[in-house]
């Protein structure tokens, strides 16, 4: 018998800066996947910075979200202390992108996931 995860994408607000126009963009969509395969949730960004702060949130329902880690354009950035192992992201300033991978994924991840831009 096979046990499926489901990954529940949802967007977050874009927010607008006086100098420009900041904003992140991702899938709308559920994403069923089978245990302890990886996922990798697409972000996409738009901003006017030149050193952009990316941010992961993941959010239980019922549940504040909670951070999971941090990218900066130049810098490793932070990753709670309970995502380190399977949880990862790389800033590419090129694609502008921050894709979001999670390892041997387990119905527990089944949440919202949230990218932010500041």
């Avoid at 489901?6 to 245990?35: K, N, T, W």
Wanted: hydrophobic residues 35%; proline residues 4%.
């Amino acid at each position: 018998m096979l046990r499926w995860a489901l990954m529940s994408l949802c967007f977050i607000a874009h927010y607008d800066v006086s100098s420009g126009q900041d904003r992140v963009e991702q899938s709308y969509r559920e994403m069923p996947e089978r245990e302890g395969v990886q996922v990798i949730l697409r972000c996409n960004y738009t901003t006017t910075s030149n050193t952009p702060y990316l941010f992961w949130y993941k959010q239980l329902p019922n549940r504040s979200p909670t951070f999971i880690l941090n990218k900066y354009s130049f810098s490793e950035g932070t990753t709670e202390a309970e995502f380190k192992k399977r949880f990862s992201a790389t800033l590419d300033s090129t694609s502008r992108s921050v894709p979001l991978t999670i390892q041997d994924v387990s119905v527990s991840d089944s949440a919202v996931y949230y990218c932010a831009l500041q």
